[in-house]
């Protein structure tokens, strides 16, 4: 038998089996570290983990990003990401059974341009609410990994911000439950807009959670400790509601949906 391909854990360096990490969801065993960087959990994989077995109704799977601004090498860089992930864009939405309960679940998937988000992921989750709100269905949006608006797209991304968060405004008053489940990371855009206006929002350890990354921030000579935008930080003062280990993400979501049940 061919020996088994051994992953390094990013924060405290043993090596693990790659079928006993794959088992753990891509979490160290030993250390209990949710990795990130080349290890994201895929939207199907998260699916899977989340849904129960076979129950999935997948809305509008053939939307797809176009060009609008001519932008160099775009769309074959979109066609590379499209290939490899068999998605057409960077938000998996639809409806299904979780723990029993009927609910519209939106999932992004972060090897497509890093699950930034342009016109695709802004139009699928507004298709998404519309049709929980027609269907008085229970949310759960994932966010999409990204670091916001996708600078390809110009304006068109940046005003999906507004529309998303319209569209989770109106489901709001329709007086329907919405659970916002946040990954490392969830920056910029996404954060201002849908990914911050669940009336749950939870957070898996270690996530990244903001406006402006480092990086932003160093361009204008801004510093800040680099704890501020962790998970835990923003749990401690209440920007979010909790943190929740990945292998316990489906048990928590099924108790929140049983609680707000009718």
């Known amino acids: 038998m061919p020996e088994e391909k051994e992953i390094q854990c990013d924060k405290c360096k043993i090596s693990i089996i790659e079928s006993?990490?794959?088992?753990?969801?891509?979490?160290?065993?030993?250390?209990?570290?949710?990795?990130?960087?080349?290890?994201?959990?895929?939207?199907?994989?998260?699916?899977?983990?989340?849904?129960?077995?076979?129950?999935?109704?997948?809305?509008?799977?053939?939307?797809?990003?176009?060009?609008?601004?001519?932008?160099?090498?775009?769309?074959?860089?979109?066609?590379?990401?499209?290939?490899?992930?068999g998605l057409k864009s960077e938000m998996l939405t639809g409806e299904a059974l979780i723990g029993g309960y009927r609910t519209a679940i939106g999932i992004g998937e972060p090897n497509i341009r890093m699950g930034s988000t342009g016109a695709v992921i802004g139009e699928k989750i507004t298709r998404l609410i519309e049709r929980a709100i027609e269907k008085r269905l229970p949310l759960i949006i994932v966010s999409p990994f990204g670091g916001g608006m996708r600078m390809q797209e110009g304006t068109i991304s940046l005003m999906q911000m507004a529309k998303t968060a319209a569209a989770c405004a109106r489901y709001i008053e329709e007086g329907l439950f919405y659970i916002s489940v946040l990954t490392h990371v969830t920056m910029g855009g996404n954060a201002a807009s849908f990914a911050s206006l669940g009336h749950v929002i939870i957070a898996e350890p270690g996530t990244v959670y903001g406006f402006a990354g480092d990086r932003t921030r160093s361009s204008i000579g801004m510093e800040m400790p680099p704890e501020v935008q962790t998970a835990e930080y923003q749990l401690e003062y209440g920007m979010i509601d909790m943190i929740v280990q990945r292998k316990d993400m489906r048990a928590t979501l099924i108790d929140l949906l049983d609680f707000c049940s009718d």
């Open 20 to 85: 006993e990490f794959l088992k753990s969801l891509k979490v160290c065993p030993h250390c209990n570290y949710h990795h990130q960087r080349g290890y994201y959990m895929t939207a199907f994989e998260r699916l899977n983990l989340l849904v129960d077995k076979g129950n999935f109704l997948e809305y509008d799977a053939n939307l797809y990003s176009l060009n609008p601004l001519n932008f160099p090498e775009y769309e074959e860089k979109l066609a590379i990401d499209i290939k490899k992930t």
